[in-house]
């Protein structure tokens, strides 16, 4: 299993462009998240999906959009780049229906600088 | 939400044991008690879990005392290979909408040097 991957691994914009992050997960997960972290700080969620088809706000969502596009899916995109988003962005996923047994998974991010 | 907090940084020489105290003094009832490792460039990696009591997996220990307002985690033996960021978080992890609102803070900058 590959667990979560993530495309592109860097990317530089210019302000005002837009640009998709993809993310894929292999685990038979429901839940997907992304995430974004700026430097020396903790993980910050943007947006969330408990399931295909469905996508949720989280603590960071403005100047983001989501698309939970199947089960292994999930992107999240920028429709008009702002120097704000220059982050590392980390998607994750889990089966929170037996939080005995199962963890969050994270991806090797995605570092995006915007100009 | 409950807030955690935990030293930003520590210091350890290989073999010794490290241990990160978590402080949560608001958890409720349903929380459990989540520990990450983050090396850098890389993603976090989920490490122990626990509710109650003690834990032990391959990688770590977490001791949760009876009241639940604080917990350690104990790295045992560390190496140059556990230099990394620990994160502690405290939340409801039975739902999608809770493993979100887990929040990571700053975390522990633990630094093992030969």
């Known amino acids: 299993n590959a667990g979560v991957t993530q495309t592109p691994k860097f990317q530089v914009l210019k302000t005002g462009q837009s640009m998709t992050l993809q993310c894929a997960q292999d685990?038979?997960?429901?839940?997907m998240y992304w995430y974004r972290q700026d430097p020396g700080m903790g993980l910050r969620l943007i947006y969330y999906?408990?399931?295909?088809?469905?996508?949720d706000k989280g603590e960071v969502p403005n100047g983001y959009n989501v698309s939970r596009l199947n089960k292994r899916e999930f992107s999240l995109r920028l429709e008009s780049a702002a120097p704000s988003q220059t982050s590392v962005y980390f998607c994750?996923?889990?089966?929170?229906?037996?939080?005995?047994?199962?963890?969050?998974?994270f991806g090797p991010g995605t570092r995006l600088l915007v100009l | 939400l409950a807030k955690t907090t935990q030293p930003i940084s520590m210091d350890s020489y290989e073999g010794q044991e490290v241990n990160i105290t978590c402080s949560h003094n608001?958890?409720?009832?349903?929380?459990?008690i989540t520990w990450y490792q983050q090396f850098p460039s890389q993603g976090p990696r989920f490490i122990i879990q626990?509710?109650?009591t003690k834990v032990t997996n391959e990688v770590a220990s977490l001791f949760i005392p009876a009241d639940r307002k604080s917990s350690t985690l104990s790295l045992p033996r560390v190496s140059l290979s556990d230099t990394a960021v620990y994160y502690c978080?405290?939340?409801?992890?039975?739902?999608?909408?809770?493993?979100?609102?887990?929040?990571f803070g700053a975390g522990t900058q633990v630094v093992v040097t030969p």
């Open positions: 626990g509710y109650k």
């Open positions: 608001n958890i409720a009832t349903n929380d459990y």
């Open positions: 978080l405290v939340g409801d992890v039975g739902t999608t909408d809770s493993w979100g609102k887990l929040q």
């Open positions: 685990m038979n997960h429901n839940s």
């Open positions: 999906s408990a399931s295909e088809g469905t996508t």
């Open positions: 994750a996923s889990t089966r929170p229906d037996n939080h005995l047994e199962e963890t969050q998974y």
